[in-house]
């Protein structure tokens, strides 16, 4: 039976996950996007994933760069998601990204005030279907101020206490 498109969406949106932009830095060039695919796999090794539309553009130059920040996003950095969502200019991305600096180990964009975050070296790239999973080794983390998390629900974004 085949499964339809929109059920399974619908069902997807089912599962509560925190937000995260993933930086990284391409030939230079700092560049983000949001992600709430992030999944943390492995202590020892530290492994983490995200997953990547292929139609994403920076996920896409993760490939590439060979390096990618995973950034945990506070509820107060709801403008942040939307940014690195479409909703902003690619000027508006960089010029936020520059004013960041080098970042931790690898040169990918650590961004201030987020819950999180975790520097990785790429170690391995896997095609799956419409998605490239990204998996990395993280060679830096730090956690920020305790916050409350920005959350995303049944395609829009919660609080802890609006689930
Ligand atoms: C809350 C949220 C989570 C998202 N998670 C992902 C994700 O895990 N993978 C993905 O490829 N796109 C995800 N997106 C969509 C991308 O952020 C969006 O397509 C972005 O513009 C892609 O980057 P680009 O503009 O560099 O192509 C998400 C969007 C939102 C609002």
Redesign the pocket.
């Known amino acids: 039976m085949a499964i339809d498109a929109a059920e399974l969406r619908r069902v997807f949106g089912q599962f509560a996950t925190g937000?995260t932009v993933v930086t990284t830095r391409h030939e230079g060039v700092p560049?983000g996007?949001?992600?709430?695919?992030?999944t943390s796999v492995s202590l020892d090794p530290p492994l983490v994933l995200?997953?990547?539309?292929r139609?994403?553009?920076?996920?896409m130059l993760v490939g590439t760069a060979g390096c990618f920040a995973i950034n945990v996003l506070a509820e107060e950095q709801r403008h942040l998601?939307?940014l690195?969502?479409?909703k902003g200019t690619d000027e508006q991305r960089r010029a936020l990204l520059d004013e960041i600096g080098q970042g931790a180990v690898t040169g990918a964009p650590i961004l201030q005030g987020a819950l999180g975050w975790l520097d990785c070296r790429l170690e391995r790239a896997i095609d799956a279907g419409d998605?490239i999973v990204y998996f990395g080794e993280v060679v830096a983390a730090g956690a920020g101020d305790p916050a409350s998390p920005l959350l995303?629900f049944r395609s829009g974004?919660r609080r802890l206490d609006q689930l």
Do not use: E, L, P
């Open positions: 937000v560049q996007m949001t992600a709430n695919s992030f995200f997953c990547a539309d139609r994403a553009r920076s996920g998601s939307d690195f969502a479409g998605h995303y974004y």
